[in-house]
């Protein structure tokens, strides 16, 4: 009878340090959740602030864009002067770009 009580608080020793350290380990496994689930969460903060910022200099962008083309639909239905002002504009804007991208094309090689 003894021999089985012995064995028996050996098998809970046993039992017990098992136990402890399937705890220790869970505990470490919580914890690095945790802080992985910190590092997600104030990555997404920043994130969320880059974000807030683009909407901002996107509207400012639209403002600029919206003004720009009122002023040109404007000049389009206006007289035949500013036509051919705007002709001459455009022109020398699409000559610019293509003097540009010939130029760097050149400097490129």
Same mark, same amino acid.
């Given at each position: 009878?003894?021999?089985?009580? @012995?064995?028996?608080?050996?098998?809970?020793d046993?039992?017990?340090?098992? %136990? &402890? @350290?399937?705890?220790? %380990?869970?505990? =470490?496994?919580?914890?690095?959740? &945790?802080? *992985?689930? #910190?590092?997600?969460?104030?990555?997404?903060?920043?994130? %969320?602030?880059?974000?807030?910022?683009?909407? =901002?200099?996107?509207?400012?962008? $639209?403002?600029?864009? $919206?003004?720009?083309? &009122?002023?040109? =639909?404007?000049?389009?239905?206006?007289?035949r002067? %500013?036509?051919r002002?705007?002709? #001459?504009?455009?022109?020398? *804007?699409?000559?610019?770009?293509?003097?540009?991208? #010939? *130029?760097?094309? @050149?400097?490129?090689?």
């Amino acid at each position: 009878m003894a021999d089985w009580t @012995r064995d028996r608080s050996s098998v809970d020793d046993m039992l017990d340090a098992e %136990n &402890k @350290r399937l705890a220790e %380990n869970l505990a =470490s496994k919580v914890s690095r959740l &945790k802080s *992985l689930a #910190y590092d997600i969460d104030r990555e997404a903060d920043d994130q %969320n602030e880059y974000l807030d910022g683009m909407d =901002s200099n996107f509207l400012s962008a $639209t403002g600029l864009l $919206t003004g720009s083309v &009122k002023r040109f =639909s404007t000049m389009v239905r206006s007289g035949r002067d %500013n036509r051919r002002i705007l002709c #001459y504009v455009s022109v020398g *804007l699409v000559s610019g770009f293509f003097l540009l991208y #010939y *130029l760097i094309s @050149r400097i490129q090689r």
